[in-house]
C-alpha cells in the first residue's frame, strides 16, 4: 500500500542499514542506492543523458519487467521516472514488490506529462484513491507534442521561489510521488468512468476537489511553512554533498582493474 507521498527522492524513509536498488537510475542516480539496474545501455532514448554511476555502487544490466533478484532481497527499492516507459507495467510493478519489502515509485503526473511530454512515454499516469492509475497515451485526446519543459522543468525551478513553493505544497500537480510498503496497488487501461473521465473527459468542479481536496487556512500555513523549511534544509545539503557520478565505462575500467 501507499504511505506516504514525499517531496521527492530526497525525502525518503531508508534506513542506515538497508540495501537499496535503484531501477532505471539513468542520468541520474541516487547516491543512496547499492545497486543500479538499467536495460539500455546503448541508447539514451529513454533518458536525457548518457548511462551514470557512483563508485560505490554495482551496475547489473537487466530488465526491470523480469529482475535477477530473490524475493524481498532488498530493503527498499527506488523507481523515479521509469514506470511511464514500461512496455508492461503490471509485470514492471509486481518485480518491484517482490524484490523489496518497500519502495519509492515517482512519474509525471498526468498535467505533467501534457506540460513536457517525452515520445519515450507510453503511459499516463494518475494518483487517485490511493493507488496509480495507467492510461494507454495512445488513446489520449489532445495535444501531447508540445513540449513545455524548458520553463517548467529547467527555468522557473531555479528562477522562482513561488514556483518553488509550490512544486513542494501541490507536488502531484507534476508529479506522483509514492512511497509505498508490501505492495503498490495500480490499474492498467482503466474502464469505470469513475477514472477513465480524468483522461478523456474536461475536469469537473467535483474532479478537481476530489484530486486536490480544500484545505483549512491553518493546513495551507503548515503546509507552506513545510514546504520552505524543507527546500532550505535541502538546499544546504545539496552544497555538502561533493560526491560526482561516473561515466559507465570509467565504472567498467574501475571494476576490470579491481
Known amino acids: 500500500m501507499i504511505t506516504r507521498n514525499p517531496y521527492d527522492r530526497n525525502d525518503l524513509k531508508i534506513g542506515k542499514k538497508d540495501r537499496v536498488l535503484e531501477v532505471g537510475p539513468g542520468h541520474s542516480p541516487t547516491f543512496r542506492s547499492d545497486v543500479l539496474v538499467d536495460l539500455f545501455v546503448d541508447t539514451n532514448y529513454h533518458r536525457c543523458g548518457n ?18 533478484f530473490k524475493d524481498k532481497e532488498f530493503d527498499y527499492v527506488i523507481c523515479n521516472q521509469v514506470l511511464e516507459h514500461a512496455e508492461n507495467p ?8 517482490r524484490v523489496a519489502k518497500r519502495g519509492y515509485m515517482e512519474t509525471p503526473s498526468l498535467l505533467g506529462e501534457f506540460l513536457f511530454p517525452k515520445k519515450s512515454h507510453k503511459w499516463i499516469i494518475l494518483y487517485l484513491d490511493g ?20 520553463l517548467f522543468l529547467n527555468y ?22 509514492c512511497e509505498w510498503k508490501d505492495d503498490l496497488e495500480f490499474i492498467v487501461n482503466p474502464t469505470d468512468e469513475k477514472y477513465t ?7 469537473s ?4 476537489e ?32 561533493r560526491h560526482s557520478p561516473i561515466s559507465l565505462e ?6 576490470k582493474r579491481k
Open 197 to 203: 473521465a480524468f483522461f478523456t473527459k474536461p475536469w
Open 131 to 150: 493507488k496509480l492509475i495507467l492510461f494507454e497515451k495512445s488513446k489520449m485526446p489532445g495535444n501531447y507534442e508540445n513540449n513545455y519543459g524548458e
Open 210 to 241: 476530489q484530486m486536490y481536496p480544500r484545505r483549512s487556512a491553518s493546513k495551507e500555513f503548515k503546509k507552506v511553512i513545510g514546504a520552505f523549511y524543507y527546500m532550505i534544509k535541502n538546499k544546504v545539503k545539496t552544497k555538502t554533498h
Open 90 to 97: 503490471e509485470n514492471f510493478i509486481r518485480e518491484q514488490c
Open 205 to 208: 468542479r467535483q474532479m478537481v
Open 156 to 177: 522557473l525551478p531555479y528562477q522562482s521561489l513561488t514556483y518553488k513553493l509550490l512544486w513542494l505544497t501541490e507536488g502531484d500537480l507534476m508529479l506522483n510521488r
Open 51 to 68: 548511462l551514470k554511476i557512483y563508485p560505490h555502487q554495482e551496475f547489473i544490466n537487466a530488465d526491470g519487467e523480469a529482475l535477477p
Open 250 to 255: 570509467e565504472y567498467m575500467r574501475i571494476k
